[in-house]
């Protein structure tokens, strides 16, 4: 089955250590997104990446990083420079042709907690 | 200005009624548009594409009027199934591919 899958599902750290969460996807998309979710509050989007070897800075860039080595895979690490790294992270992928429409699709979230 | 903004609700309904979503656009070069329903404590999943034409899947109707920048939802005879947050999407090319979700409306259907 294609699909996105995120791991772990809940993840806990003590302040001041870095965390890298994992998002891989098999659907042969181009692009792949990391978002944000606080309670009550819409998504945020952190970094995109539309093709191998190159991302971009989303709105809420401050105190992540990404790297984009492999069409498959986009790794999100929250460093210790990020001030409230507790939330739900969310990874998504979609196809990449200019002009036409098409969807985002979401893995299952990992929920990061920091104390 | 918010890229898209959502009336948050709580839309509280009847079983069988039916619930109609708004959400405006402030980009007028967006060119995709989505709605994405998001169970509580899990991912969003597309509910459907709404296009210019506005279109229909099952109990669910998306229309888009351009002119206004505003696209629908419409849910006919609502289940309680249908009890989630709906998130409206919309897609610009002009800012690097990037989508914008507005904070959603929360619907709670009652038996």
């Known amino acids: 089955d294609g699909g996105i899958t995120q791991s772990p599902k809940y993840l806990f750290r003590k302040e001041g250590q870095n965390v890298t969460l994992s998002c891989e996807q098999n659907?042969?998309?181009?692009?792949m997104y990391w978002y944000r979710q606080d309670p009550g509050q819409g998504l945020r989007l952190i970094y995109y990446?539309?093709?191998?070897?190159?991302?971009q800075k989303g709105d809420i860039a401050e105190g992540y990083s990404v790297s984009r080595e492999k069409k498959e895979s986009f790794p999100l690490t929250v460093t210790s420079a990020q001030k409230n790294p507790t939330a739900f992270y969310l990874c998504?992928?979609?196809?990449?042709?200019?002009?036409?429409?098409?969807?985002?699709?979401f893995g299952p979230g990992t929920r990061l907690t920091v104390t | 200005r918010k890229e898209v903004e959502q009336d948050p609700g709580p839309f509280n309904v009847p079983e069988g009624a039916t619930v109609a979503f708004n959400c405006t656009y402030s980009?007028?070069?967006?060119?995709?548009f989505f709605w994405y329903r998001q169970d509580c404590r899990k991912e969003p999943k597309l509910l459907m594409s709404?296009?210019?034409s506005g279109n229909e899947d099952g109990r669910f109707t998306a229309q888009l009027n351009r002119a206004s920048q505003y696209i629908s939802l419409l849910i006919r005879d609502s289940k309680l199934s249908d009890s989630a947050t709906y998130l409206c999407?919309?897609?610009?090319?002009?800012?690097?591919?990037?989508?914008?979700f507005g904070t959603g409306t929360s619907l709670t259907v009652i038996p």
């Open positions: 709404v296009y210019s």
């Open positions: 659907l042969n998309h181009d692009a």
């Open positions: 999407v919309v897609k610009t090319a002009n800012t690097g591919n990037q989508f914008y």
């Open positions: 990446s539309q093709i191998v070897n190159d991302f």
């Open positions: 980009n007028s070069a967006s060119q995709s």
């Open positions: 998504a992928s979609s196809q990449a042709r200019g002009g036409t429409p098409y969807e985002q699709y």
